[in-house]
């Protein structure tokens, strides 16, 4: 039976209600700001993070940095990767094939998904995600989340072109403390979570415990059997350990598993998927399937981190790290009684890492030399059943990579500030067919600067400039063992030239940021149509990006805060073609022109706790020729609730007004994913 949509107030109109409120706030701020209030419950920008691998007041890194606590997290219901990116600017994080398979967009700089690659890296407490496969955390008692925008090739190297998303652990301490959550919500939602941490031997030895179940009913209907195809399951688990032998000494361990348990994705046939397989025009959420797809992936992280300080200014660190993904999904692309269409994959990703870095910090100046390397290893295996025929797919890529890095911030008196970095990477691969025996290998080195300038207009007022490179390496197209002339790719690369401004004004009530950026992108890796049968990725084009970021935070009132952030960018061909066209001038797929959110929150003495949201993203493409699009949209989130002192009970709201952002057009058209409908739940904790 066809489900019948559920109302909502025209998007439009809920932007400028919310965009009126916060400007006219923002403008009584200078006001309401001098009453007699509390400075040091208002102050803002006083948040340490590690962007450059240091610690440093996030006002003066000279980059442009988006950080989260975790009071922040659960303020916002932050409850995946994905959700991140509703409050970091010119950030947008695109789901494909299902749960924890995500592209990351960052400054209009994305790696296309069949390179096996990432263009912004993502890093859990050090543990690298470069793959794009399993790119995804449960967020459990975390310390904060800190994103770097911009290229970070010259501390992180491969995977950083555009950006990183770092997640970092609370470490656990001698104070002993826990949390259980409880959630229910529409479509059946449950989740249960839980931390826990704490001293075995006091001021030195300690533990951290946190672990996930949850489950949630899908929303396509197989009218076949009547069940719903793309229901959520997964479950997730962390134990962390901290010994502190000696004063000069911390020494930390941690493993995670996260499991996946669930149905298909939320998409399916598009009209053009349709077309090709002469069949009628696909019912909205609803299928005829005759396979039960399911995705039981899961991913296996475990890192040990070993820090000696030889001096106050002089430590020496440790990372030692592994990752292993296993994907393994059945889906049935057709959606039919048919099969027309059926594919099952059985792929691992695997990368044991280890980084040695010597810091040293002694008052404005500051500096860094490391070393880094990595083991790769990916197996993909797939079987394609088109009915008639079978197409499988078996091979293996095996992968080694070494780096040495630099980075020092070097004062010039008391305001002015040089900071310089560099970084050469190496990194060979080689390339197995198993079908047929077809091998290659190959080998990509880049050479990555950082030159920034950092001006202290006032104790709250810094300005920098930089100009950074950024790459993504190469790598092999397995389906081109036939041809010689495709059988791999260069490596990607950028020069991001940047002008920022950190600014903290009011009385320390106010936080305005803000940069302009533009971006040289060379050999970009892209899908070139060789011939009206084949595609490959190739180096064909070059393009330019521009774009601008803002992001504020005023303590108005006692207990009211709003936030914003925009971002604006254009990143377009400026000479690319093949045999089907010419793309110059054309926008990259899967860019946002833009991205904005707007929040206001409120936290009374009383326990009394309220938050709304107003997230946009602007229209993207799917294609190179622009041909297939997403429309620009606006989504409502809220939370109201009740905080005593050891428990919080919450109802929220994702997706307010139910507002409809499909990707109709994905794949050319061919495949349809569907958004998330809205999400009203209510949420209970208790504090120990």
């Known amino acids: 039976m066809k489900k019948e949509k559920r109302g909502f107030v025209p998007s439009g109109f809920a932007a400028g209600i919310v965009l009126v409120i916060f400007l ?57 990767v994905q959700d991140i990116a509703d409050f970091v600017p ?129 929303f396509i209907e197989n009218t076949t059997t009547g069940e719903m195809i793309n229901e959520k399951k997964h479950s997730f688990g962390k134990a962390l350990f901290r010994w502190t032998p000696t004063d000069k000494a911390d020494i930390t361990f941690a493993v995670s598993h996260l499991e996946y348990d669930e149905g298909e994705p939320n998409m399916q046939l ?31 992280n475990q890192y040990l981190k070993v820090a000696y300080d030889f001096t106050d200014s002089l430590t020496l660190t440790s990372i030692t790290t592994h990752r292993k993904y296993h994907q393994h999904t059945a889906i049935d692309w057709d959606g039919t009684s048919m099969t027309l269409m059926h594919g099952i994959k059985d792929n691992n990703y695997d990368t044991l890492a280890q980084e040695f870095r010597l810091n040293y910090l002694a008052g404005r100046l500051k500096g860094l030399v490391g070393l880094y390397f990595d083991q790769e290893s990916t197996d993909i295996y797939m079987d394609v059943d088109y009915g008639m025929m079978v197409d499988n797919t078996d091979r293996e890529y095996e992968g080694a990579t070494q780096a040495v890095f630099a980075n020092l911030t070097y004062p010039l008196g008391d ?45 709250g007022n810094t300005t920098y400039i930089s100009i950074s490179k950024g790459y993504r390496s190469g790598g092999f197209n397995a389906l081109a063992v036939s041809n010689p002339d495709y059988l791999t790719y260069d490596s990607e690369t950028l020069w991001s030239y940047e002008i920022g401004t950190k600014n ?36 064909a084009a070059t393009a330019r990006g521009i774009g601008a ?30 045999v089907r066209g010419d793309y110059k001038g054309n926008k990259n797929p899967f860019v946002p022109q833009y991205t904005y959110h707007l929040g206001g929150q409120y936290r009374s003495e009383g326990g009394v706790y309220a938050r709304a949201d107003l997230v946009g993203y602007g229209k993207m493409y799917f294609d190179k020729a622009n041909n297939y699009s997403r ?27 139910d507002k409809e952002y499909n990707s109709d057009e994905y794949y050319e058209g061919f495949i349809t994913i569907y958004s998330p409908p809205r999400e009203i739940g209510l949420q209970a904790s208790y504090r120990f």
Not at 270 to 295: C, H, I, K, T, Y
Not at 633 to 647: D, L, M, P, Q
Request: glycine share 8%; net charge negative.
């Open 24 to 80: 006219l706030c923002l403008l009584a701020a200078p006001v309401l700001g001098q009453e007699g209030q509390n400075q040091e419950t208002l102050e803002l920008g006083a948040l340490t993070v590690t962007a450059q691998k240091q610690e440093e007041n996030i006002q003066k890194v000279p980059m442009s940095v988006s950080a989260m606590t975790d009071v922040d997290v659960e303020d916002r219901n932050i409850d995946s």
């Open 90 to 218: 010119n950030l947008m994080i695109y789901q494909v094939e299902g749960s924890g398979n995500h592209v990351p967009v960052m400054r209009g700089i994305n790696a296309p998904p069949e390179s096996f690659r990432v263009s912004t890296g993502l890093y859990i407490d050090g543990v690298p995600d470069l793959t794009g496969i399993g790119f995804e955390d449960e967020l459990l008692d975390i310390q904060r989340i800190e994103v770097l925008r911009g290229p970070q090739g010259t501390i992180y190297g491969k995977g950083t072109e555009a950006g990183a998303i770092k997640i970092i652990t609370r470490p656990p301490d001698n104070d002993f403390r826990g949390k259980v959550s409880l959630e229910a919500g529409e479509d059946e939602k449950r989740q249960l979570s839980f931390n826990l941490s704490g001293p075995i031997m006091e001021d030195r030895f300690f533990y951290s415990l946190s672990g996930l179940l949850y489950s949630k009913d899908g």
């Open 270 to 300: 598009g009209e053009s998927g349709a077309m090709q397989f002469m069949l009628p025009s696909p019912s909205d959420r609803e299928v005829s399937s005759n396979l039960d797809g399911w995705n039981k992936s899961s991913r296996d």
């Open 415 to 459: 305001q002015l500030a040089v900071i310089t970095g560099l970084r050469f990477e190496t990194e060979k691969k080689d390339f197995l067919d198993n079908n047929t025996r077809a091998t290659e290998e190959d080998s990509w080195d880049q050479l990555t600067p950082k030159l920034a300038v950092e001006y202290s207009i006032t104790p």
């Open 504 to 539: 903290i004004l009011l009385n320390n009530i106010l936080v305005i940021n803000g940069s302009v950026y533009y971006m040289d992108i060379k050999d970009m890796q892209v899908n070139e149509q060789a011939s009206p049968a084949e595609t490959y990725l190739t180096n």
């Open 549 to 578: 970021e803002l992001e504020a935070t005023a303590k108005v009132l006692e207990g009211l805060t709003l936030d914003a952030s925009y971002g604006y960018n254009d990143t377009e061909f400026t000479d690319f073609s093949d």
């Open 631 to 657: 429309d620009a949209y606006e989504v409502v989130n809220t939370k109201i609730g009740y905080e005593a002192g050891s428990y919080d009970i919450y109802l929220y709201a994702k997706n307010l007004l």
